[in-house]
């Protein structure tokens, strides 16, 4: 009788020991530094937020820290932006760009992996490593080779592609460069994703009569949902934030460049023109937001499933 | 419905890996063949080799008349179970079943009758447009089989399907398994590595070690005249008893006690095999008593195991669950010499 009365509430004394006070330190202290770590990674960006509603005569006598006082907001600053710059066309052109080049790595880094995971070829560990030890390469290494083969060998500049009049040839020369440079990490994830699906699957598959191309697109790809979701994620935003590639293939024409060469040239083209960067940075990080947020379930599912299976 | 041959089939992975060793089996139509043995014996080689899912490295495999070797697996008329039943887990019930006979481009409702027809057969009607992730172990067991039903094939491989469920739900699939069988008239192919499904469920039982097929019979025939050492320790639980004996004549003799043999054999060294239930609490007719300092007693209701020392051997027995006895007592036991076998000491072949 005494142990059923006693049993209901926590004996005080075993709610103060030592071991129930660690316990409450460090959930504090990891919601300290958890916090800590988010604030400080969400300043530059809110910093940017507050700027780019600020005036811009504001913006440069105070930090956007005392915007509050006094208190005085516009949404001028994207009007102009929206006006003055080609953002628009930049906004498309970006599109362009990202979409091909996040289909194309993706959709041919599946074939491969599948094959580097399920199928049985002499050398396939050797060629495996040495795709995998592309990882390692900087891709600015590969500039000015590539560069040189594309105009020289090819001819393929934004004005001779612009010519033949095929919409979006212009872009070829970069799909292609941020294909080869996001293949080797998409043949690394799916491959390893895929090797973790059950042999028995595939062998079951076999038995009922289903042949290569029929197991890859009818198991192994509704099965890799998440993995594929993640390197989609991964190549979009990369893609989409990238500067230098665009740069180097594209380079600065308006009719061609994306978003990041646009605002690029802002503050050049527009001489004082940082108000102007605050707002058009905003709008160039709409379209990761909605990504990020969109597939944020299968991204982080995603790593998981593909690398602790190493 | 066909007939399944082994013919001197030997898989071997490397020069000096090999799992199967001069496999000669023959499987009659519709029968219930059951290959079984401790892991790594090579019974699931064996059966991956006739599915198509490995390479066969020498010899021959026949389904019917027809040699096997080169054709392809999907090519060779067969269904296999899993022990992982390896559903596609993204498809739901119905498109699992459904999925071997859209790869044979059959008509929709031809494969709509035959699922339905094996849905049924399996009590999986309410289940159809389920995932598999939402069913229960034996369901997702029951889909395996419905996905192998469907396309009547000639001959049902089973990889250890009833090795992920629970011991009741066991018992229940291992009856419902042979109904199964009858019902459906082909040949099954079953393999296992517990003893108990074998003798339980097969019409013959093949059984493998470190490669090597031991001895091919019924379950009584495997049961009562094991081929040798091996197959007598294998079938049977609680295993047999082993006794180190030397033999003159017609007598056995063990550290602890004699036993009559039925033939005379010649004189020399051996082992002396009896099952628990040649022991009994009456003396035996013959003279072949032996005491037992009993150590373990275990009471099963049914039966009473007792566990013990005879002379330096260690002896179970299996006595009426009404005979009094107590650890630490000395039982007085008779064997039954009818059921008793002898092993030769070197090769582990039996006498009789």
Not at chain 1, 24 to 41: D, F
Not at chain 1, 242 to 249: G, H
Not at chain 2, 150 to 165: A, I
Not at chain 2, 204 to 212: K, L, V
Request: hydrophobic share 45%.
């Amino acid at each position: 009788m005494t142990v059923a009365a006693a049993a209901p509430s926590t004996p005080v004394a075993a709610r103060f020991s030592p071991n129930w006070i660690s316990a409450q330190l460090q959930r504090y202290v990891l919601h300290i530094v958890v916090i800590g770590l988010t604030v400080a990674w969400m300043a530059p960006t809110v910093g940017l937020l507050v700027s780019s509603f600020r005036p811009f005569a504001l913006t440069k006598t105070s930090g956007w820290w005392s915007a509050l006082t006094p208190f005085q907001f516009t949404i001028q600053n994207y009007t102009d932006v929206l006006e003055q710059s080609n953002l628009g066309q930049a906004f498309f052109n970006s599109f362009m760009i990202a979409v091909p080049a996040t289909v194309l790595p993706v959709s041919i880094g599946a074939f491969a992996a599948y094959s580097f995971a399920w199928m049985k070829f002499p050398g396939r560990n050797w060629i495996f490593l040495a795709l995998v030890g592309l990882l390692a390469v900087p891709l600015q290494l590969t500039f000015v080779p590539v560069l040189t083969f594309y105009v020289n060998t090819l001819h393929w500049t934004t004005d001779n592609l612009e010519a033949t009049g095929i919409p979006g040839l212009p872009w070829l020369p970069v799909w292609l460069a941020h294909a080869g440079y996001g293949l080797p990490f998409s043949i690394y994830l799916l491959a390893n994703f895929f090797r973790g699906l059950p042999s028995d699957l595939f062998e079951s598959a076999e038995i009922d009569g289903a042949g290569t191309l029929t197991v890859f697109f009818r198991i192994i790809l509704p099965l890799s949902v998440p993995a594929l979701a993640s390197l989609v994620i991964f190549q979009f935003l990369w893609v989409w934030n990238d500067l230098l590639v665009a740069l180097i293939y594209v380079g600065g024409a308006p009719e061609v460049a994306p978003m990041t060469v646009n605002l690029a040239n802002l503050t050049t083209s527009l001489g004082q023109g940082s108000n102007l960067l605050t707002a058009a940075a905003f709008f160039s990080m709409i379209i990761p937001l909605i990504v990020f947020l969109s597939l944020q379930r299968y991204f982080v599912r995603g790593i998981l499933a593909g690398s602790v299976k190493g | 419905m066909s007939s399944v041959t082994y013919d001197h089939v030997v898989k071997r992975y490397t020069a000096d890996v090999t799992v199967v060793k001069d496999l000669n089996v023959d499987i009659k139509d519709k029968e219930f063949m059951v290959l079984v043995g401790p892991s790594g014996c090579g019974k699931s080689t064996a059966l991956r080799m006739l599915a198509g899912l490995e390479s066969i490295t020498e010899g021959e495999i026949r389904i019917g008349e027809r040699v096997v070797n080169n054709v392809a697996a999907k090519d060779r008329d067969i269904a296999m179970v899993f022990q992982s039943y390896a559903l596609y887990p993204h498809m739901s019930v119905y498109d699992n079943m459904a999925f071997p006979l859209q790869m044979q481009h059959m008509k929709k409702d031809e494969m709509d009758r035959r699922v339905k027809n094996a849905s049924k057969i399996l009590g999986l009607d309410p289940f159809l447009k389920r995932k598999p992730r939402a069913l229960s172990g034996g369901q997702r067991q029951r889909v395996a089989l419905g996905r192998a039903i469907v396309r009547s094939p000639k001959v049902f491989l089973l990889d250890e399907p009833l090795s992920n469920l629970d011991a009741k739900l066991r018992g229940q699939t291992r009856i419902e398994l042979q109904k199964l069988h009858r019902e459906l008239e082909t040949t099954f192919i079953y393999v296992t590595h517990d003893q108990v499904e074998a003798m339980t469920m097969g019409d013959r039982i093949a059984i493998m070690n470190g490669g090597i097929l031991q001895q091919v019979g019924t379950p009584g025939e495997v049961y009562d005249h094991p081929a040798n050492l091996f197959v007598a320790g294998f079938i049977g639980t609680p295993t047999m008893n082993f006794v180190p004996v030397t033999t003159s004549d017609s007598t056995a003799k063990a550290s602890g006690f004699e036993a009559k043999l039925p033939k005379s054999v010649a004189a020399g060294k051996g082992t002396l095999g009896f099952r628990p239930e040649a022991l009994t609490d009456r003396p035996s007719a013959d003279g072949s008593n032996l005491q037992m300092k009993v150590d373990v007693v275990e009471r099963l209701g049914s039966d009473q195991y007792l566990y013990g020392q005879v002379g330096s051997d260690q002896v179970t027995a299996r006595v009426d669950p009404r005979m009094k006895v107590a650890p630490g007592d000395t039982a007085q036991l008779g064997l039954d010499t009818r059921s008793i076998h002898l092993f030769d000491a070197e090769s582990e072949a039996a006498f009789f």
